[in-house]
């Protein structure tokens, strides 16, 4: 019983220490509070608002473990287009997108591409644990 009862706390927490994430993001409040709930992780976080300052933000990086991009990005790239850049930058990150929205070009007849990652929009900060945690099993 007691195994259930430590399966319901936050997952393992100190795994994310120093992981370096990048979360892009166009609205100010939900990319701060991003921000700030992988930051409380001990994740060392790079943020940007569009594609376009992602990738050349990206430019002075070494390496990067988790991309956190929102499908719908102004500025005439969409998250699926700058996260291509990104992984062709850096092949070995792992990436999770964000919505608010279920009908978008992530999800088809139901399902996400192989090997997406999709949190729905709002969520908790366990829930971002859970979806990092899930991306290496």
């Known amino acids: 019983a007691d195994d259930l009862h ?3 706390e936050a997952p393992r927490r100190a ?9 892009v993001e166009d609205r100010t409040e939900l990319r701060e509070t991003y921000v700030m709930m992988l930051e409380a992780l001990g994740c060392i976080v790079y943020a940007a608002s569009d594609g376009q ?10 390496y990067i473990d988790l ?4 499908v719908i990005l102004p500025g005439g790239m969409d998250g699926k287009e700058v996260v291509r850049q990104l992984v062709q930058t850096f092949p070995a990150t792992s990436v999770i997108f964000m919505s608010g929205f279920t ?6 007849s139901g399902r ?3 090997g997406v990652t999709l949190l729905q929009k709002p969520f908790t900060v366990n829930d971002l644990v859970v979806a990092i945690l899930s991306i290496d099993e």
């Open 53 to 62: 300052s992602a990738l050349e933000l990206a430019r002075g990086l070494d």
């Open 15 to 23: 795994n994310f220490d120093g992981m370096r994430v990048f979360v």
């Open 67 to 70: 991309v956190l991009c929102d």
């Open 103 to 108: 009908e978008n070009s992530i999800i088809h």
């Open 6 to 8: 430590l399966a319901r």
């Open 112 to 114: 996400l591409d192989e």
